[in-house]
């Protein structure tokens, strides 16, 4: 692909109602783009449609591409799945809901235009020209910046907004990530920024605009506690400690 192009994917698990319309958006986005766009829609097998829109979708347009596989294995095998096949310059993953607006994507790519030295761009909803035009609950709002603040605590990692789905990558610095992540589950982000890390990429986080989705698969308590878990483990696995 071009120098400029960008990839996007996007993991979709049961998302046969919100699918749709974001596929609408995103074809009608890339028709008007100065670059050429690729979309990956990478579904998790599930109980309901979404295979069958996702397949759809990519018939009628030429630059989208449906992957799947026989077993649901998670967000982090999703959004490895569609990264590793992506021939983009610039390597997006974002959520099926579009939480951060596509415009976003135009001011991630001239950023990594105008940075040379920045492999790995981080969207942070906590950073101070963020826009959030539509919050989270208090309770998941706290719940998220907590989990992040042991994260710090525990030198996992410096960056402020882990989950945030809204993540971009030079396309070198993704197949080098990708190839070596192995996390299935939601804690997956984290493993993403650790190995980064380990590689001695350039991370950056940048503002984005948040309009939240009450639809969250994220189970509160429980994922949490789990992600934080896996999150400690594969730090010591990438660490080298026992």
């Not at 192009?5 to 919100?18: D, F, G, K, M, Q």
């Not at 009628?60 to 095998?77: C, D, I, S, V």
């Amino acid at each position: 692909m071009p120098p400029d192009s960008v990839s996007i994917v996007i993991p979709a698990y049961n998302e046969a109602r919100r699918l749709p319309p974001t596929l609408d958006e995103l074809a009608r986005w890339a028709a008007g783009c100065a670059w050429a766009v690729e979309v990956w829609i990478v579904v998790e097998p599930g109980t309901d449609g979404t295979r069958e829109i996702a397949a759809e979708a990519a018939a009628r347009q030429p630059n989208f591409r449906m992957l799947t596989y026989a077993e649901h294995r998670g967000k982090g095998h999703a959004v490895r799945t569609g990264a590793l096949a992506a021939t983009g310059a610039f390597v997006f993953y974002m959520d099926c809901d579009l939480s951060v607006p596509l415009r976003d994507v135009e001011s991630f790519v001239r950023y990594f235009r105008e940075h040379p030295e920045a492999d790995v761009l981080v969207g942070n909803r906590q950073h101070a020209q963020s826009r959030i035009t539509v919050r989270q609950s208090w309770l998941r709002q706290r719940m998220g910046q907590t989990f992040n603040a042991i994260l710090r605590r525990l030198t996992l990692t410096g960056v402020q907004d882990t989950q945030c789905g809204f993540k971009a990558f030079r396309r070198e610095a993704a197949k080098a990530i990708f190839s070596r992540q192995r996390l299935d589950g939601f804690a997956f982000d984290v493993e993403v920024l650790l190995l980064a890390q380990k590689l001695g990429l350039r991370v950056v986080d940048l503002p984005v605009e948040w309009r939240n989705s009450p639809e969250s698969k994220v189970r509160l308590v429980r994922d949490s506690v789990q992600m934080l878990r896996d999150a400690i483990r594969i730090r010591r696995e990438l660490s080298g400690q026992p």
